[in-house]
C-alpha cells in the first residue's frame, strides 16, 4: 500500500462500533441489576403492605429482568440487545406510572430511566426516545381519566415530575454529548499521533519505521502463505549536487515529486516509503524478482521523465536496487543488504539504471 495508514490490517471504524456496541451492552446489564434491585425491593414493601396482587406483579417483573440479565450474559453483545432492555424497561416504566407503584413512587423509577436511555441508544437517539417518553408521560398524567390510570398524583405533584424530568433529559444528554464530543477529539489526536509515528512529513509516504513493520508483517504472512515479495531500493542521482546548485527548497519538490510519481506507479497494495535522504524503499508482495525488476525499470523511466518538468530542466535520474524474498529466504536485514547493494552497483554502472542480479 501507498501510505502508513494503507497497510493497516485494522478497520478503525469497525473497532469503534464494535467498542461501542460492547459500551453499551454493558450499560444494558447495569440498566437490568438496577432494575432488579429496585423491582424487587419494590415487591417485597408491596408483600409487606399486604398488596399480595402488585407483589406479585413486581416479582414477576424481576424474574423476567432476571431472565434477560442471563440472556443477555449467555448471548454475549448483540444488536439486539439495547433495543430489548430498552423495551422492556419502557414497559415497567408505564406500568409504573400508571399504577403508581409502591405508595405512589412509581414515578421515581423515571430517575434511572434517563441516563439509561441516553447509555443505551448514545445522547441523540437516546434524548429522542426521552422526549418522546416525556410527551407521552404528560399526555397520561393530564389526560382526563386516562384508561388504565389507577394512581393518584396531585396536579402540582404532576407538574413538578415532568419539569424535573425535562431537566434531567436535558442535563444527561448535555453531559453525554460533551463525553461524545472528547472521545471524537481523543481519537482525532490518535489518529494524528499514528500518521505522524508512521509517515514521512515531506513526502506523505511510510517511513522507515512503518517500511520495517511492514516487512515484518509480510514476513509473517510468508511463512504462512508461502508468498514471495520483492523489494527495491532506489536512490536519486546526485541529489547533494542538485540541492548545491539550486538549494534545499527546490532539492525538497524533488523529492515530493518523486515520491508521487512512485505512489501513482504502484498497486494499492504496495508500500511505498521514503528511507532516508533521497533514499526510497518500495514493499511488493506477491511479486517476483523479474516483476520487480520491470517495476523499477518502469518507475525509474518515470523518474527521468520528471526532468523535462522544471524550468529550465533539470537531469533527475534515480538507480535501483531489486531482491527477492521468499519464506526459505534469509531475514529482512539481508534482503534489505542484498537490494541496498545492487542498488550501489547500479550507481557504480554509470547510474539511471536498475540492478536485479
Do not use: C
Request: charged share 20%; hydrophobic share 45%.
Amino acid at each position: 500500500m501507498n501510505t502508513a495508514h494503507n497497510n493497516n490490517y485494522r478497520d478503525p471504524v469497525r473497532e469503534a462500533l464494535q467498542l461501542e456496541l460492547r459500551r453499551r451492552v454493558q450499560a444494558s446489564g447495569y440498566m437490568l441489576i438496577f432494575s432488579l434491585a429496585i423491582t424487587g425491593a419494590m415487591g417485597v414493601i408491596a408483600l409487606t403492605n399486604g398488596d399480595l396482587l402488585q407483589a406479585s406483579t413486581l416479582f414477576g417483573v424481576a424474574t423476567l429482568i432476571l431472565g434477560a440479565y442471563i440472556t443477555v450474559n449467555l448471548v454475549g453483545p448483540s444488536s439486539k440487545t439495547p433495543l430489548l432492555v430498552g423495551t422492556l424497561l419502557l414497559v415497567l416504566y408505564f406500568y409504573l406510572l400508571l399504577s403508581g407503584g409502591v405508595n405512589n413512587t412509581g414515578l421515581m423509577w423515571a430517575v434511572m430511566l434517563v441516563p439509561g436511555f441516553i447509555n443505551l441508544y448514545g445522547y441523540k437517539a437516546g434524548t429522542a426516545t426521552l422526549v418522546a417518553i416525556g410527551g407521552a408521560t404528560a399526555l397520561v398524567l393530564f389526560y382526563p381519566d386516562f384508561p388504565g390510570m389507577t394512581a393518584e398524583y396531585d396536579t402540582a405533584y404532576r407538574a413538578r415530575f415532568i419539569a424535573v424530568f425535562g431537566a434531567l433529559t436535558a442535563l444527561t444528554a448535555i453531559l453525554d454529548s460533551s463525553r461524545h464530543q472528547t472521545q471524537q477529539m481523543l481519537h482525532t489526536l490518535t489518529q494524528e499521533l499514528e500518521n505522524s509515528a508512521s509517515t514521512d512529513a515531506l513526502t506523505g509516504l511510510a517511513n522507515r519505521r512503518e517500511a520495517y513493520r511492514a516487512m515484518h508483517e509480510l514476513e509473517r504472512r510468508n511463512r504462512h502463505l508461502s508468498g514471495r515479495y520483492t523489494v527495491l531500493i532506489g536512490d536519486l542521482d546526485n541529489f547533494k549536487t542538485l540541492n548545491d546548485n539550486y538549494g534545499h527548497a527546490f532539492g525538497d519538490r524533488v523529492l515530493q515529486d518523486v515520491a508521487e510519481v512512485l505512489r501513482k506507479n504502484t498497486r494499492t497494495d504496495d508500500i511505498v516509503a521514503r528511507w532516508g535522504g533521497e533514499e526510497f524503499l518500495i514493499l511488493l508482495p506477491n511479486t517476483d524478482l523479474d516483476g520487480g525488476g520491470i517495476l523499477a525499470e518502469k518507475l525509474r523511466d518515470r523518474v527521468e521523465a520528471l526532468s523535462q518538468k522544471y524550468d529550465p530542466p533539470v537531469k533527475i535520474s534515480i538507480s535501483f536496487g531489486v531482491a527477492e524474498g521468499d519464506p526459505s529466504s534469509a531475514t529482512h536485514g539481508q534482503l534489505l543488504a542484498e537490494a541496498d547493494a545492487r542498488m550501489y552497483r547500479a550507481k557504480d554502472r554509470g547510474r539511471n539504471r536498475v540492478v536485479a542480479v
